[in-house]
């Protein structure tokens, strides 16, 4: 049975009590039947009232007759009207960006240069922030990696290797180093949050479920961007 045959046999009041309870059920969970039921139920609507308007005379003058069955299109009409919110409901809930576009969008913004007042950092960190913020990523990640090699847990230099990867869209090695720099010893570690950004954007089989884990303990512990993932949380 096609789509359209369902949708009729409901409004006519031909389905059983469990096959409506189905039915009502799909059309809750199946926008394109949604619609398809909404455009029926309207089509249905403007072709009675036409009906109506010629007939409406001779309704008048015949005599009464109990129907055989009972009109389903009060009961439709609400149906309609659930189904109408729903749809306004989608469509608006498509035009808001999902998380993965915000933490994106956050990440051009926020990651678009690095601070050359770093502190002590040292001249080849310097060397490669001045080069990531030319815009010549490969360039200065190579220049993390080659500190990296003297210096495995120097967190300036993992996080700034996380970030070009990132940038790079090179998740695996991102988390990779942000998951190095959470192990660090430093007093805001901002380690959890740029691992939740790297897995939120590389969207891998439970990537989403550890984003949110790495989310709340950033809220819970009070670490860097918790401002941000409690909006992202809500």
């Not at 009041?13 to 189905?22: D, L, N, Y």
């Not at 740029?194 to 819970?220: F, G, P, S, T």
């Amino acid at each position: 049975m096609n789509e359209l045959e369902q949708i009729e046999r409901f409004f006519q009041g031909e389905m059983s009590a469990t096959e409506q309870a189905s039915f009502e059920k799909q059309i809750q969970e199946n926008p394109q039947l949604a619609s398809a039921a909404a455009f029926y139920w309207q089509a249905h609507q403007a072709a009675r009232l036409e009906v109506l308007a010629e007939k409406r005379k001779q309704w008048e003058k015949a005599p009464a007759v109990k129907p055989l069955r009972k009109p389903r299109f009060s009961i439709a009409a609400g149906i309609a009207a659930v189904v109408l919110l729903a749809i306004l409901w989608l469509v608006w809930n498509r035009s808001q960006p999902n998380l993965t576009e915000r933490v994106m969008a956050y990440s051009n913004t926020n990651f678009q240069q690095l601070s050359l007042t770093m502190g002590n950092a040292t001249d080849s960190l310097q060397e490669g922030i001045i080069l990531y913020n030319q815009g010549k990523f490969p360039q200065a990640e190579q220049i993390f990696e080659v500190q990296l090699t003297h210096a495995p847990k120097d967190a300036r230099a993992l996080k700034f290797a996380g970030i070009t990867a990132m940038r790079l869209k090179n998740y695996d090695k991102a988390i990779q180093y942000f998951q190095q720099l959470s192990q660090t010893d430093l007093y805001e570690n901002p380690g959890p949050f740029y691992e939740a950004l790297a897995r939120i954007q590389r969207n891998q089989a439970d990537d989403q479920a550890k984003a949110q884990q790495l989310l709340k303990r950033v809220v819970q512990e009070n670490l860097p961007g918790k401002t941000q993932a409690t909006e992202w949380l809500d």
